[in-house]
Structure formats: C-alpha cells, structure tokens
C-alpha cells in the first residue's frame, strides 16, 4: 500500500529545542516538499527537493533545515531559531520531471512549541 | 503579495445542490492549476487539475473551469454530498521543469443535509 508517512501525528516541544519532523514516501517519486500551514493561510512551501542530495529553499525556509540522503526520505528539522514553530506540518510528493505534477500528502504533523 | 487568491473564506450549499469554489491568480505565467480537498487534521487529497492548454476539465461530480483572460478558475461540484464538506485549495505551478506550486488560503465548504 504506497503512500506518505509523517510521524508523529502530534509533537510538544519546549522553546529553544531542536525537533525533527520525519517523512517517508514508498510511491518511488523523486520529488518531496514540506509545507506549513497556519489557521486562515494557505499552505507555505518550507523546503522542495528534486532528487536525493539536492534540495532548494522555498518561501519560508528561515529557521529550518532538511535533509535528503534517501529518495524516500525527508526530514524537517525545525531550529529553535524559527520564531513561531506553532503549525500544522505537510509533507508531500511528486514524481517530478519524469510524470505528473499532481502532488501527494502524507496526514500531517501538529507540533506545538511552548 | 498573495498570488493565488481564494476569496470566500467559506461556503454553504444545500445537499443535491450545485457547489461553485473559485479561485483567481495574477502571475500570467501559470499555467497548471490543482484542486485539493482537505478535512481537519489530515493531508490534502488531490482531486482535479487543468492545464493553460484547456478551459474545462470534468471527473465525475467535479468540473474544474479555467478563464485566462480573467485569470480566473472555478470547482463545480454536482451535485454536492454531505461528505464533501471540507475546506478546498487551489494551487498554481509555472510549466514543466518546475517544483514549485503556489496555493490559496482554502474555502470552506459545508454541504448540509
């Protein structure tokens, strides 16, 4: 059964720590993205990636980091130096170049930082 | 500068009834637009999509109308379920060759029984 795995479903974080959002694909796709969605506001793009050890900053990429080693893989770290860490997490994928440009959701990671 | 606009910020039709969701754009250079359903705390779900090339896009219930010249773009949902109330985003991407797709802030629809 392919699809997009984030876990945790909920995370809690006190201020000024680290966390790491995880995503995982088993849909073969070579592109991967991270969203963050806040109350009444689209979806933001944090980070893409295209292809494993490549990926670009989007919108709103101050205070986060990724990384992409594994084509199935894309972990979002979230820096204690992101100012309102509060929202609600997307990962998605896409297969790219190669065919459609319909994007994938995984079910999302709540984090709450207080 | 939001380039994906989705003015209603919600919606309520009548089961059986037509649902109408718009969506304006003012970047020229789209030209692949996506419509996404969404319930609380759960990813997006794609649900239909049109390329600059046509106007009118249809599966099933869902119909998705393009107007350039307008740059404007509409979800027809027909005829509308309880089961369809969600909130729907449309998104906007320039051409192959690009990752980046540019969504609306959603309208939420709540079909009632």
């Known amino acids: 059964d392919g699809g997009i795995t984030q876990s945790p479903k909920y995370l809690f974080r006190k201020e000024g720590q680290n966390v790491t959002l995880s995503c995982e694909q088993n849909l073969n796709h070579d592109a991967m993205y991270w969203y963050r969605q806040d109350p009444g506001q689209g979806l933001r793009l944090i980070y893409y990636?295209?292809?494993?050890?490549?990926?670009q900053k989007g919108d709103i990429a101050e205070g986060y980091s990724v990384s992409r080693e594994k084509k199935e893989s894309f972990p979002l770290t979230v820096t204690s130096a992101q100012k309102n860490p509060t929202a609600f997490y997307l990962c998605?994928?896409?297969?790219?170049?190669?065919?459609?440009?319909?994007?994938?959701f995984g079910p999302g990671t709540r984090l709450t930082v207080t | 500068d939001q380039q994906v606009k989705q003015n209603s910020p919600s919606l309520s039709v009548q089961e059986g009834r037509i649902s109408i969701l718009n969506c304006d754009y003012t970047n020229s250079m789209f030209d692949y637009f996506l419509w996404y359903k969404k319930y609380p705390a759960e990813g997006p779900t794609f649900l239909i999509s049109?390329?600059?090339?046509?106007d009118k896009n249809e599966d099933g219930r869902f119909t998705v109308f393009l107007n350039k010249s307008a740059k404007h773009l509409s979800l027809h949902i027909v005829p509308s379920q309880p089961g369809d109330s969600a909130v729907y985003f449309c998104a906007a991407s320039v051409g192959p060759g690009t990752y980046k797709y540019i969504f609306g802030t959603g309208t939420r629809l709540k079909v009632l029984a």
């Open positions: 998605a994928s896409s297969e790219g170049l190669a065919g459609t440009y319909e994007q994938y």
């Open positions: 990636s295209q292809i494993v050890n490549d990926f």
């Open positions: 049109i390329s600059s090339i046509k």
